[in-house]
């Protein structure tokens, strides 16, 4: 009887290999056929604004690469919060994503008194997508031509005008608060629910100027409805070649822009990460990606996961510094 059953579990182990259900056999055969459904893309702010034009583009390439669905959904609301802890929470396995960037990976951590989670450990940096020109525009109806008319007109108001963001720790409100601290200007900050919103606004004139993303922003400069008065770039960009850096108008070393990149729940097999990051390297390199990113003087990554994380720790020895110096609170 001892001789048979010890037969029946070699028969077993056997079975069990051959057909990829042995020991470790689940989880290599569940990397292995990853995706095996849609995979979600989480956007921490509202439509309209450069983190969702990065994310639907490179998505729109990796649905026809791995042949699962990648869809986006924006889910703003609490400087980022919200969206961070619920992919926090989320099952590791590489069907749930989120669109971090400079708010929510490397001020956050230092304006905000308590998160939910930990970016550092709760989060495993998947791989860097684009890095995006800040541009900083007025309202048409501002009566400044250039940047250094625009301090000097809000010097003349302190607090009387209004600038937009797309909400607390995004983009745009680091760049004017970081323009504020070394300007010495004093223009009230109004925090939306993301870039679509402020804009709105900010064309119908209800607030005086803003800094985003240029995706968000060109055809607004191109129609005349705004007017673009310096980059945050260390060099001019080419698709505004007129229009100056802020370190050229006398603010040396002065640089701030827009960065996007993948991370996933701490917990995501390694294997699958480094395929997400293969496959998002594939798409940032599709002629559709690179054409958009000319388009809008982004310039795409897609390094590996240990690259973006330095990446992001560099980042936030920056920012720290930046939100105590500028005292930058959510308001």
Avoid at 140 to 166: C, M, T, W
């Amino acid at each position: 009887m001892h001789s048979t059953l010890l037969f029946d579990r070699r028969q077993l182990l056997l079975a069990a290999t051959a057909t990829g259900l042995g020991a470790l056999a689940p989880a290599l055969w569940a990397q292995s056929k990853w995706p095996v459904k849609p995979i979600r893309f989480v956007v921490p702010f509202a439509p309209g604004g450069t983190s969702e034009i990065v994310a639907r583009s490179v998505a729109a390439e990796m649905t026809k690469q791995l042949g699962q669905n990648v869809f986006v959904e924006n889910k703003p609301g609490g400087a980022g919060v919200i969206a961070m802890e619920e992919v926090a929470k989320a099952a590791p396995d590489g069907h749930t994503l989120i669109l971090g960037h400079v708010g929510t990976l490397a001020v956050n951590p230092y304006m905000l008194k308590h998160q939910p989670y930990d970016v550092n450990k709760d989060f495993i940096a998947v791989t860097l997508l684009a890095k995006v020109p800040n541009v900083f525009v007025v309202h048409a109806d501002v009566p400044v031509k250039n940047f250094r008319e625009f301090v000097a007109y809000v010097k003349q108001r302190p607090g009387q005008l209004n600038y937009g963001s797309a909400g607390n720790a995004s983009a745009g409100h680091l760049a004017m608060e970081y323009l504020k601290l070394v300007t010495g200007m004093f223009i009230t900050h109004i925090p939306y629910r993301g870039t679509g919103p402020q804009l709105t606004d900010l064309l119908a004139g209800r607030t005086q100027a803003s800094s985003a993303g240029l995706p968000a922003l060109s055809a607004h400069i191109k129609s005349g409805k705004l007017r673009a008065i310096a980059v945050g770039t260390q060099q001019r960009i080419s698709q505004l070649p007129d229009v100056p850096t802020v370190a050229e108008m006398g603010f040396k070393d002065f640089e701030t822009s827009q960065w996007y990149g993948i991370l996933v729940p701490a917990g995501t097999p390694p294997e699958i990460v480094r395929r997400l990051q293969e496959e998002a390297l594939k798409a940032l390199r599709s002629s559709a990606v690179t054409e958009r990113f000319a388009n809008d003087n982004a310039v795409g990554g897609g390094g590996p996961s240990s690259e973006f994380s330095a990446f992001i720790g560099r980042e936030q020895k920056i920012w720290s510094d930046i939100v105590k110096r500028a005292q930058i609170k959510a308001d």
